[in-house]
Nanobody, 121 residues
Framework: QVRLQESGGGSVQAGGSLRLSCAAT????????MGWFREREGIAAIDPRS???YYTDAVKGRFTISLDNAKNTLYLQMNSLKPTDTARYYC???????????????????WGQGTQVTVSS
């Protein structure tokens, strides 16, 4: 199994940026479709095998998901943040390849504990 630990959340004003990190231990992220969810809604995913990325419309163009295989760490760069981005963000791992889309919540095998992001107007 893989263990996931998020960091990087916090409070920021609208228009600001944050970068979330998700450190994985006990297994390689290369074996999973890795994603970010907020309040259990998938917003971004990356397939380590193809480097294909997927985004929900609400964050497309503002957020960037990336993976550092050497560090076994997933990232989410969030720019142009809005108050509507306020949520608890979770790192998630779905065993195998991404289904050419963000995996559904029910398919996720492992979750991190989450990190809170608060955007003020």
């Amino acid at each position: 199994q893989v263990r996931l630990q998020e960091s990087g959340g916090g409070s920021v004003q609208a228009g600001g940026s944050l970068r979330l990190s998700c450190a994985a231990t006990e297994d390689s992220v290369s074996r999973y479709c890795m994603g970010w969810f907020r309040e259990r809604e998938g917003i971004a995913a990356i397939d380590p095998r193809s480097s294909s990325t997927y985004y929900t419309d609400a964050v497309k163009g503002r957020f960037t998901i990336s993976l550092d295989n050497a560090k076994n760490t997933l990232y989410l760069q969030m720019n142009s943040l809005k108050p509507t981005d306020t949520a608890r963000y979770y790192c998630a791992a779905d065993y195998g390849r991404c289904p050419d889309a963000i995996p559904s919540q029910v398919s996720i095998n492992y979750w991190g504990q989450g990190t809170q992001v608060t955007v003020s107007s």
